[in-house]
């Protein structure tokens, strides 16, 4: 068995979850990455990842199904044997005022952001407890700090996932098992990419530090939040966001 370290992340073919994928990867970590759509293909993401030296695993599925989870982590473990780190990045925003919400869109977004969190993270827990290892590293936002007008469905999962993560840093910690939150603020990705350059500008001008987010922002802490020098640090939501929610 490869004695290498195991990182799994969800929705890691796009955006930030591509490039904690590329992060871990050059930290020595084999690469296990799930999403909802099969990557096409033009997608180089399993040699970017290979080209590091460790093994790159894809599994698809759709995190909000219970069952779907379940076969994922059940699939990773077959092929690697261990996850050693989870990174929860699958996520969706489907905006709305209130008023004009559907109840579907709502459901959507928290089926997919904090349940999708809660299925993934079940399934894996027992191999970390086994291992007496584990880092559970999931992103919400600092929406679901502060709230944001349009945005009630998605503010609503990511902050689920703190106070989930809260609760499994306490329950875990004796298991050696840490889990933190990350709340990244404006970061430059698909998902972000359709606000016009006015909106964008508007953004910028609450943002202390004067730029957007870069994926790299992201990953670099997920690789902090991943290694060893992170080992008494739990419960946490840290926020990468430029000072944007002080
Ligand atoms: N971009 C930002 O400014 C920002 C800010 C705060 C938080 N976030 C969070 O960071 C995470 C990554 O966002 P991103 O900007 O890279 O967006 P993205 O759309 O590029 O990435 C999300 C990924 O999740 C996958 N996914 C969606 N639904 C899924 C499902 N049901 N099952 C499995 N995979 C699914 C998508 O296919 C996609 O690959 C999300 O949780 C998002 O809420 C992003």
Do not use: C, W
């Not at 020595?28 to 990455?33: D, E, K, S, Y």
């Not at 096409?40 to 989870?69: A, H, M, P, R, W």
């Not at 290892?133 to 703190?162: C, D, P, W």
């Not at 298991?175 to 998902?191: D, E, H, S, V």
């Amino acid at each position: 068995m490869d004695e290498k370290r195991v990182a799994f992340i969800t929705g890691g073919t796009t955006g930030i979850g591509r490039e904690i994928a590329i992060t871990l990867a050059k930290s020595g970590f084999n690469i296990a990455v799930n999403s909802i759509k099969a990557p096409d293909e033009t997608d180089d993401l399993k040699s970017v990842i290979e080209k590091e030296g460790v093994k790159y695993y894809f599994t698809l599925g759709d995190v909000s199904n219970y069952e779907d989870s379940e076969k994922m982590v059940k699939e990773v473990i077959e092929n690697f044997g261990r996850i050693d780190v989870l990174v929860n990045n699958a996520g969706i925003t489907k905006d709305n005022l209130l008023m004009r919400m559907k109840k579907e869109d709502f459901d959507a977004v928290i089926n997919v952001n904090l349940v999708g969190t809660f299925n993934v993270t079940k399934n894996v827990v027992p191999y970390m407890m086994k291992q007496r290892y584990g880092r559970i590293i999931s992103m919400a936002s600092v929406v679901g700090v502060a709230g944001n007008a349009g945005q009630a469905n998605y503010a609503a999962s990511k902050a689920g996932i703190i106070g989930f993560t809260k609760s499994l840093a306490k329950e875990l910690a004796s298991r050696n098992i840490l889990a933190n939150a990350i709340a990244p603020g404006y970061i430059q990705t698909a998902m972000t990419g359709a606000l016009s350059d006015k909106v964008k500008e508007e953004i910028q001008k609450q943002i202390p530090l004067g730029r957007l987010g870069e994926t790299k922002d992201v990953a670099k802490l997920v690789k902090f939040l991943a290694s060893e020098d992170s080992s008494y640090i739990t419960g946490q939501v840290i926020h990468v966001d430029g000072g944007m929610v002080i």
